[in-house]
C-alpha cells in the first residue's frame, strides 16, 4: 500500500498565478479530505469527499479555492488567483470509514506564495 | 464547531521520564478521540485513538485515558525516547461536520532530551 500520495511536494508560485493540488488517496478509501497548516491557525479543515461527492466545503476560505474528486482516485484542490497569505502546508486524508475516523494523511504540500 | 484545547505547547522531558498531553472538547456527544503524530516534513500518523465507550486503551508505551464527565482526554508516553519527539495533535469528531470529520487541537512540541 503506497499510502496517500499528494503532489507536488513543494510549489512555490508567484501571487495571482493558479495553483492546483493533487491527491490520490488509498485504494477502496472511501472518504477524502482536505486541510491546511499554517503556525497561527494549526489544521483547518477546508472541504471533504464522501464517495467523490463534495458533503461540506464550508472550511473553504474564499471563491478563490475549489476542489473536485473527478473520481475515487484522484482529488485536485485549486487556488486561482493565489495570494502571499495562501502559504500554508496542504494535507490530504482519506479514510476506509465514513465518519471522522480512520484518517491516513499524505506527506503534504508545501505553497509558498511570493 | 466543535472547540478542542491542548495543552502544553511545548514540553520538554528527560529520557526514560513520561510524559502526558491534555485536550478538552465541548461536544459532549463526542464519541472518538484519536491522536496523531507528526514528524518534521511529514504527515501526520494516527498513534492512539478511544471510543466513548471505555475509559483507557494501551498500547505499548502510550496510553490514552478518558474523561466524560469531564470532557477531556490525555495522551500518556511513558520510558520516553529520543524518537518520541515530534509534534502531537488530539482531535474529536467537529460537530458541524455531522461528525464525519475531525477538528484538530492546537499541537504539542515534545522534545525528549537524550
Known amino acids: 500500500d503506497a499510502g496517500v500520495i499528494q503532489s507536488p511536494r513543494h510549489e512555490v508560485t508567484e501571487m495571482g498565478q493558479e495553483v492546483t493540488l493533487r491527491c490520490k488517496p488509498i485504494s477502496g478509501h472511501n472518504s477524502l479530505f482536505w486541510y491546511r497548516q499554517t503556525m497561527m491557525r494549526g489544521l483547518e479543515l477546508l472541504i471533504y469527499f464522501n464517495n467523490n461527492v463534495p458533503i461540506d466545503d464550508s472550511g473553504m476560505p474564499e471563491d478563490r479555492f475549489s476542489a473536485k474528486m473527478p473520481n475515487a482516485s484522484f482529488s485536485t484542490l485549486k487556488i486561482q488567483p493565489s495570494e502571499p497569505r495562501d502559504s500554508a502546508v496542504y494535507f490530504c486524508a482519506s479514510s476506509r470509514i465514513q465518519g471522522a475516523q480512520g484518517y491516513t494523511f499524505g506527506s503534504g504540500t508545501r505553497l509558498t506564495v511570493v | 464547531g466543535e472547540n478542542v484545547e491542548q495543552h502544553p505547547s511545548t514540553l520538554s522531558v528527560q529520557e526514560g521520564d513520561s510524559a502526558v498531553i491534555k485536550c478538552t472538547y465541548s461536544d459532549s456527544a463526542s464519541n472518538y478521540f484519536p491522536w496523531y503524530k507528526q514528524e518534521l516534513g511529514k504527515g501526520p500518523q494516527l498513534i492512539i485513538d478511544i471510543r466513548s465507550n471505555v475509559g483507557e486503551k494501551k498500547d505499548q508505551r502510550i496510553a490514552v485515558t478518558l474523561n466524560k464527565t469531564a470532557k477531556h482526554f490525555s495522551l500518556h508516553i511513558t520510558e520516553t525516547q529520543p524518537e518520541d519527539s515530534a509534534v502531537y495533535f488530539c482531535?474529536?469528531?467537529?460537530?458541524?461536520?455531522?461528525?464525519?470529520?475531525?477538528?484538530f487541537g492546537s499541537g504539542t512540541r515534545l522534545q525528549v532530551q537524550p
Open positions: 482531535a474529536a469528531p467537529q460537530r458541524d461536520t455531522g461528525r464525519r470529520a475531525l477538528t
